[in-house]
């Protein structure tokens, strides 16, 4: 738990209904999983891990539990601690926590600080936003060659404000040292699906600028 949040943090925290009004679902990208609450100053976003696709229809938010240590709210956790230690745009932890379901399986949350003003790139869909798409490839540049490793790369996780952050960094690791650079690629490329999804009804030789401005801002010494 983030050290400033030791004397208030309740463990009802983790339940929405807790919040009650301050509890706002997040609509883009949530997954009816993520919500926006306030604790008297403070802007945070609740989150409840939950399966995608097909699994997440059968098990949407039960996992298999192997010990504390694979708690991957922890994981999580642990992990924007020490990004955000090396200097990196994420957003601040401040609680995780997890619940076992069954002797088999466990559901897990994790509190984070909300971004000031943060959007999706997604919603950077003009000319005017070129040097926005280059500063988020400067920037996904910059956690690579910090051998990071973001597991669910796309225009939502992506966000902009006063620079740009990444976020939501569930089965994010810090890859070894040495390791070669087909996950960097891989992680390119899943962005660049994410964009012709997301902006699919944008003109295509927009989307295409778009893209280019990411690539320079990746590319640049």
């Known amino acids: 738990m983030a050290h400033s949040f030791h004397e208030r943090f309740r463990e009802l925290w983790f339940d929405p209904g807790f919040w009650g009004r301050l509890a706002i679902p997040v609509d883009k990208g949530g997954r009816g999983s993520t919500w926006f609450v306030r604790s008297g100053p403070d802007h945070l976003v609740l989150r409840h891990f939950c399966r995608g696709g097909l699994p997440g229809r059968l098990v949407r938010r039960r996992y298999v539990f192997a010990g504390t240590d694979s708690v991957r709210s922890f994981a999580e956790f642990h992990l924007l601690d020490a990004l955000g230690r090396m200097g990196l745009p994420v957003p601040e932890p401040v609680a995780a926590g997890f619940w076992r379901y069954t002797p088999l399986f466990y559901q897990a949350s994790i509190i984070i600080r909300r971004i000031p003003g943060a959007k999706p790139l997604a919603e950077f869909a003009s000319e005017a936003s070129l040097d926005t798409w280059r500063a988020a490839g400067a920037c996904v540049r910059r956690f690579h060659e910090a051998g990071v490793y973001h597991a669910d790369l796309n225009l939502m996780n992506i ?18 040292a040495g390791n070669s650079g087909d996950w960097q690629a891989a992680n390119i ?20 600028r778009l893209w280019g401005a990411f690539l320079e801002g990746y590319r640049a010494p």
Do not use: H, T, W
């Open 189 to 208: 490329r899943r962005l660049e699906r994410s964009l012709n999804k997301c902006l699919a009804n944008l003109d295509a030789g927009l989307r295409a």
């Open 159 to 176: 966000l902009v404000s006063d620079q740009v952050y990444l976020i939501d960094f569930d089965r994010g690791k810090i890859m070894p």
